[in-house]
């Protein structure tokens, strides 16, 4: 079983990706949606900002 510290860090760390690839794909759509012909900033939005919003939730009831 992991240590609680170890799994509120790699959470924080997961959030952090996260966060950076939602702005990162905010400001430009085709850097993090490279397999798709069609970019746009909602799919970035849904899909990374749906990560991070699950990631914290988690860290929320976790740690």
Known sequence: ??????LCEILNWLAGIFLFTLFAGLY????????????NRLKVFI?????????????LFLC
């Open 1 to 6: 079983m992991m240590n609680s510290e170890v």
């Open 47 to 59: 899909l990374y900002g749906g990560g991070c919003i699950i990631v914290l939730l988690t860290r």
């Open 28 to 39: 430009r759509p085709w850097w993090v949606l490279w397999w798709m012909s069609i970019q």
